[in-house]
């Protein structure tokens, strides 16, 4: 069994290091080279789908060492919390090379040959570096495999000399955080190839200052990737926003990720546990969290002032990260504390922060594909032009609406229930830290934030006024090549946010059973699910020390409730019987509704982006 | 300071109470010398005419049927209720009534008809010396008088069509002659 | 039993909202030496309004938008425990999904308002949205407040916490604070900027008319008593009597008293600018994280 | 001191030939004729000598001698004269503009492109202004053979462009159906989030033809009705302004009593135009109480003036020669009753407002404009009064009975809105002080009009100011034949105000237009008097009232 999942790894990054090779033979015809790619993507990424099933229900694996390509000896590790972000990896990245091959028409004069050549290998590298489990040779080749990649993806328009520098910029900032993750590995003491849990071990033997150092620079590393304030703003904006939308959707949906997940991994797996070694654990769970809280805040501000809807929702995924970090922050603060109760919420901590990781995956990919299929059918991304598309592309609008209220966390959408976790947990932990609580506060303002975020991107691009899109060209919907992978997200949108219970579970047991953390450990033995119940498919928490059903959400509930007061407005307004009749906007009678009076996206939030602006945030056309 | 400020404006406004009137359940009474619809009173008028032709709105209007019958029409609908057609009236014969509440879904009903006999000297209908001192007669003096009532109807039919080579042409419209040309 | 629970929430807010719209009216005419309309007036302008024409721009969103706004405020006060008194619903909610579902209904002025293609809209929309993301905090935290003091996010123990944990510095300062944030919730004066009549001209709702002006007008008036009820729940525990019914009576006579208040200050306002209203809506945010503090450490 | 003398020695020397004739016929009035080659040069000597430019009038006179007259009027206000410029070019010919230099005659010169069809260069910004957008290129009403309600066919493609936005700025469209205008006008707001960047302003959509019909419908004596309706607010005004005009053009005498009536009519008229200006104010920032409680203390004015006169405001008591309704000790003794109960809700208004720091936090910094280009733009009244800029025609050029009256002018250097809100309370303080004056000095003997004896020679030119609670109303006649003038201009103070509010509204807020526009006062009817307009005549229909209920409906 263990050699079978471990083959059948090396198996799905084999078809798509084939695919690689094939696929751009095609390239000229475009259709064609696009239906091959989804084809192993999807061979790929099924097996990856049953792995990761295997591993999260049935049982995970323990570190193994492979030889790769008969000349690589290398570490590979498949617990259920790999298995979990290779699910994200295989569902996002089916759905981006489905949509990719409709999408890529939009790119007439480029050849797609070097899209086919990298899209498999990013995939396979970000594939690589979930299951590798050194710090070095086999971390490496995962990290260049994965970097290379994404750097020629968002290179793919270089004939403007612009990308062909956010490019550059991107691979190098890459580079420095691959060589920070390395330092640190080497200065833990980890020898070429060592596995983690080698690391680790002469990583308890070390003093002084040493842990520290090395933990800095990997949370620094992983830092860089996961897109933390400031480190994200240096790349991840210009990058994200000017790749091919499928490609964004998969940086900002499951690249950055990779960070989280290494973050993750440092700081619950990479913790010796002997009686000379002290982990400070409420010193690095301040730091991350002030760093979570810092980005998530910064990031969605600047992304409000954003008028490029790609760099919107780019700027928007530093903040998001930010939320996810931040809930890792308060878990490592809380997991270390003596008290019981702050351990039992720093469970629950850490799975809205891998739950948010999931919704975001879900939503943030969603929203890239949504601005994609705009981008294809408008040629825009500039939202002081679009607008009123809603008309044009109805499905496409709906989407973008269930999308942009799940990233803003309205019941019963998906991001409503991980930000429910993750600002009630640092709320009621807000009677013993009192810190938490006001970066409880914080996150729930700039929810408000994102949600304004996403009023203007959803309002500017679809509903308001637009440039009359009948006079110059005919904007059509996209067809259903494009709709189709939207269609399975913004279902998963619903769905993980109706039934959050069934998330949750999943979540404990991804962390039950992976081995050889602290973290697992106190989930086995904590029995968390004696105070985590299901209500209705939601979830209520209930920890001693607290008061009765200390917090819950029911989406279900409020779903019903909320549906029946729709019905009864529907009937309202239809009471008075009477008719229905289309009529002209009117602007006080002399001017008549035309492009140069319509307001523009640049002009919203005025005062706010003036109160914020010493956030800074690299406004772009 | 705010809050001093705000609490003395509470106290103010308590002083006057409620000053709005139940209009139009009670109507406001008016003063003397109110200058409401203006009145006419068909046994004092002469028919001198010199309403119409000093009323600043044009509201009045004085046609003779024939030599016999003067008919004059008060067009209400334009009205500025300026009292001048009282002030003038030798006989003092318009009087401006207290009466406000003009609202109405007709026009006609702001107007007023008066059908006047005019006695004429039977030998030559004018009898005596035209004088420009005598109030009545300055009346009958050009630029006085609206005397383009026919042009009335006309223009906005012939504007329609009006260019300023057509104007130059036609011999309906003169420039204004200067005095002694 | 406890489904008729919910219907006298439901009975209550949507049947006594309009009254209490029509007192602020007649206490706004006195101020300013008027009589001033009927105090059942606005009922007589919703079922007026729900007679009249849908006039639209042609778009699902605008049609949408009011009635979710409508369902949204709805879906609050299903929840809520009037007459102190926990109903059915009331515990599968916390306070933060109650925060959502409010913003919720903000958020569907938005989309009306940006689904309505006018400039004004657009303006009012922007100027609504900086509203609500400034203030939301200040009912946010009222409610957090009483969540540390009751030690959990339940609807019911959150809004009972001061009459179960009795008064305190942090309260004290949270009350002031709420009443001070008290008309930018209800959109008055000097905080109705984002429908600023004279600059902007409605602003959300210039292009509503008919039942959808008639379902916002009721949304503004069910969201102005229920903020109403808010204060009167959390900050005046001493209301409660014991006898459900009488909690409901003493529970409206605080909110009338609200009410006045909110007419009082409306009345003798001018509006503010909207950067003006945004450094004091700021001030209301710190002054309000204090509180938090002061009740953490059980001040 | 620029003189009259000095003045014309000093024009004759610099300009020797272009100079062609120096009228003096009182001691208020100078017209200077000269060469319409000079025209930039000699109005920026008379700016140089202490000139303020009032307005340009255009006249029609091709039937006489083949042009257009043009008359450029300028006030010295410390030497209390008025000084006339007087040209005249050929319809063929152009003249050149004097806007570079005195940017508020651009009105006055894109009025008479619009009306005379005359030409100008070098004008920055020659666009239609006056008549409709679709008015045929070719038709200039106020030209002598152009029948008064002429009704052309429309012109087609010919809608008026708007300036351009300036980069990253929306237009936010302003009017005419706007809550903040009272009266229809629009401007275009070139915002960038809510700041103002800059404005074009459309307006003239109420013209009524006003001057036209003087000139060729009615007679002297029907005009100063018509005049009292250019405005609503200072109906008073013009018809005094008109009237004096006209006397003095004659040289008419009216009595003494006559002239003090005027100058209570024209206080209780400021009062009552202060009040209702506080009020709207309120109004304008979202403040209603203000407006309620400000017009609640105006109301007894209001039944005052239907006591006095017969009407609540259009009052209809000045006509040339003096007033039409004596002041009875009875009714001097109501209006010291009134102003006295007014006096003293206004010093709790006072006392209110200078206290509410709310009022002071919409008011203050709003609509900032330096005290240079108040001057330069010759903005009048109350909003060059808060600007430090000390005019004040009842006081530099005296008339009716103010040169008996002691009073002083409030003048206060906020250059902003907040000061345009003082002055206007201070000044209803001294319009109440100089009732009393003028209620206790007025000769008790007297006609109150001595009407024309004989016919009013053609040709004689007058100009006169009266200060208007608004600033300064300036009506020019020239005499004509037929018992009604040849040319009738009358300058409302919205006039030249209006044409700096796009300088008072850059870089303020959206939120702060109304409050802005609204501190000008602005009378959009008062300024737009010409242009022709039907009225309602000969073959028209009177449509019912379902029959216009169903036409408004249906129009779409």
């Known amino acids: 069994m263990n050699s079978n999942l471990y083959g059948s790894l090396l198996l799905s990054m084999g078809i798509l290091v084939l695919s690689a090779v094939i696929v751009p033979f095609f390239s000229e015809k475009r259709k064609l080279a696009g239906w091959l790619n989804f084809a192993f993507t999807a061979v790929a990424g099924f097996i990856l789908l049953n792995i990761s099933y295997s591993v999260i229900f049935e049982r995970s694996l323990n570190t193994e060492l492979w030889t790769i390509a008969g000349f690589l000896p290398v570490y590979l590790l498949l617990d259920s919390f790999a298995g979990f972000f290779l699910a994200i990896i295989a569902v996002m990245s089916i759905m981006s090379a489905f949509y990719s091959i409709d999408y890529m028409e939009h790119y007439h004069d480029y050849s797609l040959k070097s899209y086919y050549v990298n899209y498999p290998i990013f995939i396979a590298g970000m594939v690589a570096i979930i299951t590798v489990d050194d710090l070095t040779t086999g971390f490496t080749v995962a990290w260049q495999m994965m970097t290379i990649a994404s750097y020629f993806l968002v290179k793919f328009e270089y004939k403007k000399p612009e990308n062909v520098k956010s490019a550059n910029k991107y691979l190098v900032l890459m580079e420095i955080a691959w060589l920070l993750i390395l330092v640190g590995a080497f200065v833990a003491g980890s020898g070429l190839g060592d596995s983690i849990h080698a690391v680790t071990r002469s990583l308890g033997a070390s003093t002084g200052v040493i842990p520290f150092i090395v933990y800095a620079l990997i949370f620094l590393g992983f830092g860089f990737k996961a897109a933390i304030f400031p480190f994200g703003q240096m790349w991840l904006p210009d990058a994200h926003s000017i790749a091919p939308s499928p490609i964004s959707a998969l940086l900002s949906g499951v690249m950055i990720k990779t960070g989280v997940y290494g973050i993750i991994r440092t700081f619950f797996w990479m913790i010796p546990h002997n009686e000379t070694f002290h982990f400070s654990g409420s010193l690095w769970g301040a730091i991350i969290a002030v760093f979570g809280v810092v980005t998530l805040f910064i990031g969605t501000v600047q992304s409000m002032k954003q008028s490029n809807s790609k760099r919107l929702l780019a700027f928007s995924s530093i903040g998001q990260v930010g939320y996810i970090i931040f809930g890792i922050g308060a878990a490592v603060f809380m997991f270390n504390s003596n008290s019981h109760y702050l351990k039992l919420l720093a469970l629950i901590a850490i799975i809205g922060a891998v739950y948010h990781v999931l919704n975001h995956a879900v939503f943030k990919g969603l929203l890239f594909l949504t601005s994609g299929s705009v981008l294809f059918a408008t040629d825009s991304k500039d939202l002081n032009k679009l607008g009123g598309l809603i008309k044009y592309m109805p499905v496409t609008a709906i989407i973008a609406g269930i999308a942009s209220l799940s990233i803003s966390g309205v019941p019963p959408f998906s991001g409503f229930a991980s930000k429910w976790t993750l600002i009630s947990t640092s709320l009621l932990a807000g009677n013993e830290v009192f810190f938490l609580v006001i970066f409880g506060i914080i996150a729930l303002f700039t929810s408000a934030i994102t949600l304004s975020c996403y009023v203007k991107f959803f309002g500017m691009t679809f509903t308001s006024a637009g440039t009359e899109w009948t006079v110059d060209k005919q904007v059509k919907e996209v067809g259903a090549g494009m709709l189709l992978p939207k269609f399975i997200l913004a279902a998963l949108c619903i769905v993980q946010g109706v039934i959050p219970f069934f998330y949750f579970n999943t979540i404990i047991a991804v962390f039950q059973n992976s081995g050889g953390s602290m973290l697992s450990a106190a989930f086995r033995n904590m029995e968390i699910d004696k105070y985590v119940f299901n209500t209705a498919m939601g979830v209520t928490v209930e920890v001693p020390g607290l008061s009765s059903a200390a917090s819950m959400a029911v989406p279900v509930v409020v779903l019903v409730i909320f549906a029946i007061a729709l019905c009864v407005a529907l009937l309202l307004t239809r009471s008075g019987g009477n008719t229905e009749r289309q009529a002209e906007t009117w602007l006080c009678g002399y001017q008549t509704l035309n492009n140069r009076n319509r307001y523009m996206d640049s002009s919203m939030f005025a005062a706010l982006k003036a109160m914020f602006g010493w956030t800074g945030g690299n406004v772009k056309k | 300071m705010w809050l001093t400020s705000k609490i003395k404006q509470v106290l103010l406004v308590i002083k006057p109470g409620t000053v709005t009137l139940p209009y139009p359940f009670e109507p406001h009474p008016v003063p003397e010398g109110y200058r409401g619809q203006p009145s006419w009173d068909h046994h004092k008028c002469i028919g001198c005419g010199g309403c119409a032709a000093h009323c600043p709105a044009r509201t009045i209007f004085i046609r003779d049927l024939c030599q016999d019958l003067r008919v004059m029409v008060y067009d209400g609908g334009r009205c500025t209720y300026c009292g001048r057609c009282a002030d003038v009236c030798p006989e003092k014969a318009i009087t401006m009534t207290k009466n406000y509440e003009l609202a109405t879904g007709s026009k006609k009903d702001l107007c007023t008809t008066m059908e006047l006999f005019m006695a004429t000297c039977n030998r030559c209908g004018r009898c005596y010396e035209m004088e420009t001192k005598n109030a009545i007669d300055r009346m009958n003096l050009k630029g006085y008088r609206y005397d383009n009532l026919e042009m009335r109807a006309v223009l906005p039919v012939c504007t329609e069509q009006f260019d300023t080579g057509m104007l130059a042409k036609s011999d309906r419209f003169k420039r204004p002659e200067r005095i002694g040309e | ?299 | 001191m620029a003189t009259i003398q000095a003045l014309t020695d000093q024009l004759k020397k610099k300009f020797g030939n272009a100079v062609t004739g120096v009228e003096n016929p009182s001691a208020t009035q100078l017209f200077i004729d000269f060469k319409k080659e000079k025209v930039r040069e000699i109005c920026n000597e008379v700016l140089a000598q202490g000139g303020r430019y009032l307005v340009s009038v255009g006249t029609d006179n091709l039937a006489k001698d083949g042009t257009l007259g043009l008359i450029h009027t300028f006030a010295f206000d410390k030497e209390h004269y008025f000084l006339s410029l007087r040209t005249a070019t050929k319809e063929s010919e152009p003249i050149e503009s004097i806007t570079p230099d005195i940017p508020n005659a651009g009105w006055s010169e894109r009025e008479y492109m619009d009306l005379l069809g005359m030409k100008f260069t070098n004008h920055p910004k020659p666009k239609k202004l006056v008549t409709a957008d679709d008015w045929p290129s070719d038709i200039y009403p106020l030209r002598k053979e152009v029948p008064f309600n002429i009704k052309p066919l429309a012109a087609e493609n010919v809608a008026y462009q708007l300036d351009e936005c300036p980069e990253g700025c929306s237009i936010v469209p302003f009017g005419p159906y706007h809550p903040t205008q009272h009266e229809p006008a629009h401007f275009a707001l070139f915002v960038d989030g809510e700041t103002i960047k800059g404005s074009d302003y459309r307006g003239f959509m109420i013209h009524r033809g006003v001057e036209k019909l003087a000139q060729t419908q009615i007679s002297y004596n029907e005009i100063p009705f018509l005049a009292e309706r250019i405005c609503g607010i200072c109906g008073s005004v013009h018809a005094a302004s008109y009237s004096q005009a006209v006397e003095i053009a004659v040289g008419h005498k009216i009595s003494r009593r006559a002239e003090y009536i005027r100058t209570i009519m024209l206080e209780i008229e400021r009062v009552h135009s202060h009040l209702l200006w506080l009020g709207v104010a309120g109004h304008l920032i979202g403040f209603d109480t203000v407006f309620m409680q400000a017009w609640r203390v105006r109301e007894p004015i209001m039944w005052l003036g239907e006591r006095l006169t017969g009407n609540r405001k259009t009052y209809g008591m000045i006509v040339i020669g003096g007033v039409r309704r004596d002041i009875t000790p009875e009714l001097k003794q109501d209006i010291l009753n009134v102003i006295g109960t007014i006096e003293k809700e206004m010093i709790t208004i006072k006392n209110a407002i200078i206290g509410d720091t709310a009022i002071h936090r919409r008011t203050k910094d709003v609509g900032y404009v330096s005290t240079e280009d108040t001057i330069k733009w010759s903005l009048v009244g109350p909003v060059a009064r808060a600007r430090n800029v000390d005019i004040d025609v009842r006081r530099d050029m005296p008339y009716a009975a103010y040169d008996e009256m002691k009073f002083s002018v409030p003048v206060v250097d906020c250059n902003d809105v907040w000061g345009t809100v003082l002055v206007r309370v201070l000044e209803t303080f001294e319009a109440i002080s100089i009732i009393r004056q003028a209620l206790d000095k007025m000769p008790n003997d007297g006609p109150i009009l001595t009407p024309f004896e004989d016919a009013v020679p053609a040709g004689m030119h007058g100009i006169t100011a009266v200060e208007a609670p608004r600033g300064e109303v300036t009506h020019y006649v020239i005499t004509g034949e037929e018992n009604r003038p040849e040319r009738w201009r009358v300058r409302a103070p919205t006039y030249p105000n209006l044409q700096g509010v796009p300088m008072m509204l850059l870089n303020n807020q959206l939120a702060d237009v109304p409050i802005i526009i609204g501190s000008i006062d602005p009378c959009f009817s008062c300024t737009e008097r010409m242009e022709v307009v039907d009225l309602r005549n000969g073959g028209m229909k009177v449509m019912s009232q379902s029959e216009l209920e169903a036409l408004s409906r249906n129009k779409r």
């Open chain 3, 1 to 299: 039993m406890d489904i008729l629970l919910i219907v006298v929430n439901v009975v209550v807010f949507l049947g006594l909202a309009p009254l209490f719209e029509g007192i602020i009216r007649k206490l706004y005419a006195k101020v300013q030496s008027r009589k001033g309309p009927p105090i059942v007036q606005p009922y007589y302008d919703l079922i007026k309004l729900l007679g009249k024409e849908r006039l639209t721009p042609g778009n699902v969103a605008f049609k949408l938008a009011p009635m979710m706004a409508f369902a949204s405020i709805v879906t609050v006060i299903m929840l809520v425990p009037l007459g102190f008194k926990v109903n059915i619903l009331t515990q599968y909610a916390d306070i933060i999904t109650v925060i959502y579902v409010l913003t919720l209904g903000g958020v569907s002025v938005l989309l009306g308002a940006l689904s309505s293609r006018n400039t004004y809209a657009m303006v009012g929309a922007s100027r609504e949205m900086i509203t609500m993301i400034m203030v939301e905090p200040v009912l946010a935290m009222t409610l957090i407040m009483g969540a540390l003091k009751a030690k959990g996010l339940a609807v019911s123990t959150s809004f009972f916490s001061v009459g179960d944990t009795g008064y305190g510095w942090g309260v004290a300062l949270m009350l002031v604070v709420f009443l001070m944030a008290l008309q930018a919730f209800v959109g008055r004066q000097p905080f109705d900027i984002s429908e600023a009549e004279i600059e902007i001209i409605e602003g959300p709702f210039i292009e509503y008319s008919g039942p959808y002006l008639a379902l916002f007008k009721y949304f503004m008036m069910i969201k102005q008593m229920f903020y109403a009820f808010l204060f009167v729940t959390v900050f005046m525990p001493f209301l409660q009597t014991g006898y459900y019914l009488a909690n409901i009576g003493t529970q409206l006579g605080g909110i009338l008293a609200v009410v006045v208040l909110i007419s009082l200050v409306g009345s003798t306002n001018p509006r503010l600018r909207i950067e003006q209203a945004v450094r004091y809506y700021a001030v209301l945010i710190l002054l309000s994280l204090t509180a938090v503090g002061l009740t953490v450490y059980g001040i």
